[in-house]
């Protein structure tokens, strides 16, 4: 399997390629195609196409090749046409004198292929592996584009099916992985092989031709990325933007951006980098391939585990309502879960606060765990409360209390219409005084005052007597 530019080796060289591959088929006299070959094997309802040239005298050696080589080539661009369906036409030959296959580009959307006798050729891989060929891989300093890091698409497609990591390889006029070389590449994993070659080579083919002038892309262009994406905040990060057909599309942010830390290539699609720009970002993301263009909203969740900020907790008193704040970080808010709380307090999810009245006294080991998607934080405290406080006596009221001046012949009580003189004792009631402030001590003095006075003066009027 070669394309037209190195298939002139030896035919010892091109039976040990064919032992690689596997059992040789059965000898066939070499024979070119015949002069009046028409073209009557086409299918012209798909992107990639291809026409068998036919000779009209057909021997039944040619009858089986053809019957093989169409076998293999409508396998061949039913995958290509399912997973990126060039504009392009492919003419097909039988010709003995080629040792293997052999294929090669006629322009960037029309090329050729030729089957030799040897029937372990004329299968799927060969098939691929020609149409490779045709669509550029040995063509058009395709290993400069490799080799200076130019083919950004190819090793996008590439590592989307061998992880982050992955090199493509080139050498003369082949690519590996995913090259089918030779038959004990995809005899393991046939299918995944056959589909990987077709992604890597279309993309390749854009990376090593303008995308403007290889006739683009027929199916319709959509994206294959969910709308809402999620990668935690100060980790590296890697989101593929990916449409049904991203090896052959550029990719632009045409509104909103992206949070600090990250960047998009441009050619394969792909975000990368680290942020701690936690929250949603929401941007616009456009995909050309060079025919139409198609946009959709990403919708970039940056999550971040969850921190519990809450050191202590403040004491409280039995009978007392009690409030304390439980204060967390994280995106999205952290789902909190409080165990060992006093009896009468309970956490509110709605306001974020232990609350209510306690019941009990004592000191209480407490329990904060905080959970969201991206993890969960605990944090272990504690609570004390106290007994109630002994209620202290109210400054208010109308306690009776009595001044008395000892006196033996003489008592006298407070009175706003005169000096009652009934005795030998002065007492004065301020109980019924008011009880507030200074205005107590000033009457309960002027009462006294008034008392002392009445004693002097019932002295007074006995000695006059």
């Known amino acids: 399997m070669c394309n037209l530019n190195t298939c002139k080796k030896g035919i010892a060289i091109a039976l040990s390629a064919v032992m690689s591959i596997g059992a040789v088929g059965t000898a066939i006299p070499t024979q070119a195609v015949a002069e009046d070959a028409t073209e009557i094997e086409t299918q012209a309802a798909n992107s990639v196409t291809y026409t068998i040239h036919k000779s009209n005298n057909q021997t039944d050696d040619q009858k089986d090749a053809y019957a093989r080589i169409e076998s293999a080539m409508k396998q061949a661009t039913a995958i290509w046409n399912e997973r990126a369906p060039y504009k392009f036409h492919i003419d097909v030959y039988y010709n003995t004198g080629v040792p293997t296959a052999e294929g090669g580009p006629n322009n960037t959307t029309s090329g050729r292929i030729s089957f030799g006798a040897n029937r372990s050729y004329m ?14 891989v040995g063509y058009y300093d395709y290993g400069k584009k490799i080799s200076s890091g130019d083919a950004k698409r190819a090793t996008h497609a590439l590592q989307k099916y061998d992880g982050a990591g992955a090199k493509l390889n080139y050498g003369g006029s082949h690519i590996w992985p995913y090259g089918l070389n030779y038959a004990n590449e995809w005899a393991k994993n046939t299918q995944r092989m056959y589909e990987g070659n077709v992604d890597i080579v279309a993309a390749l083919r854009l990376d090593i031709i303008d995308g403007s002038s290889v006739g683009g892309i027929s199916k319709d262009l ?19 933007i990916d449409t049904n057909q991203d090896f052959a599309s550029t990719f632009t942010i045409t509104s909103g951006s992206l949070p600090t830390g990250l960047s998009i290539d441009t050619n394969t699609g792909k975000i990368s980098g680290s942020t701690n720009d936690t929250g949603i970002h929401t941007f616009i993301v456009d995909a050309y391939n060079g025919i139409e263009h198609k946009t959709q909203t990403i919708n970039l969740s940056v999550q971040s585990a969850p921190s519990i900020e809450t050191s202590n907790l403040p004491s409280g008193e039995v009978g007392k309502q ?58 272990a405290t504690r609570i004390t409360i106290d007994e109630k406080q002994p209620q202290r006596p109210s400054n208010t009221g109308n306690a009776n209390t009595t001044v008395t001046a000892n006196n033996s012949n003489v008592s006298a009580s407070s009175s706003n219409d005169e000096t009652k003189q009934t005795g030998h004792t002065a007492s004065v009631d301020v109980g019924k005084l008011p009880q507030t402030g200074i205005s107590v001590i000033i009457t309960g003095i002027t009462t006294i005052a008034s008392a002392i006075v009445a004693v002097f003066t019932t002295v007074s009027i006995k000695r006059k007597r």
């Open 123 to 136: 299968v799927t891989g060969t098939a691929l592996h020609e149409i490779a060929h045709c669509m550029g």
């Open 322 to 379: 009690y409030d304390a704040k439980i204060e967390t970080s994280g995106f999205p808010n952290p789902v909190i879960a409080i165990t060992g709380l006093p009896d009468g307090l309970e956490y509110d999810k709605t306001t974020g606060t232990i609350t209510g009245t306690p019941t009990e006294s004592g000191i209480f080991d407490v329990t904060i765990e905080a959970t969201n998607d991206e993890g969960n934080a605990t944090k």
């Open 222 to 240: 959509i994206f294959t990325t969910s709308e809402n994406i999620t990668i935690g905040a100060n980790k590296a990060s890697t989101i593929d």
